[in-house]
């Protein structure tokens, strides 16, 4: 029911900017943490940025400092801010989000992902 959308991927130079989105659609009851992971080739997939519903924030080392999570509950949406890239921050991005479909009914969503290639 639920789906996860992210746009906003592409490419940019060194010390560059871009900016993600992810929209949630679907029939949902509540929202909790959201997040942005990444999968770079031959590596494992790994957390870069939470926010809870609270907004409470969490952050890899790797990009604390120049990655800002927020996000827009009136729209289910989560946006990642991304400045300052480097190419070791090319990968595959993906949205991520726990969702209540009802009182008592949880699960993991996940986006499609959205390229980021930060290149000369």
């Known amino acids: 029911q639920v789906q996860l959308v992210e746009s906003g991927g592409g490419l940019v130079q060194p010390g560059g900017s871009l900016r993600l989105s992810c929209a949630a659609s679907?029939?949902?009851?509540?929202?909790?943490?959201m997040g942005w992971y990444r999968q770079a080739p031959e590596k494992e997939r790994e957390l870069v940025a939470t926010?809870?519903?609270?907004?409470?924030?969490d952050y890899a080392d790797s990009v604390k400092g120049r990655f800002t999570i927020s996000r827009d509950n009136s729209k289910n949406s989560v946006y990642l801010q991304m400045n300052s890239l480097k190419p070791e921050d090319t990968a595959v991005y993906y949205c991520?989000?726990?969702?209540?479909?009802?009182?008592?009914?949880?699960?993991?969503?996940w986006g499609q992902g959205t390229q980021v290639t930060v290149s000369s």
């Open positions: 926010m809870t519903s609270g907004a409470y924030t």
């Open positions: 679907g029939s949902m009851f509540r929202i909790g943490v």
């Open positions: 991520n989000a726990g969702i209540y479909t009802n009182q008592f009914r949880y699960g993991t969503y």
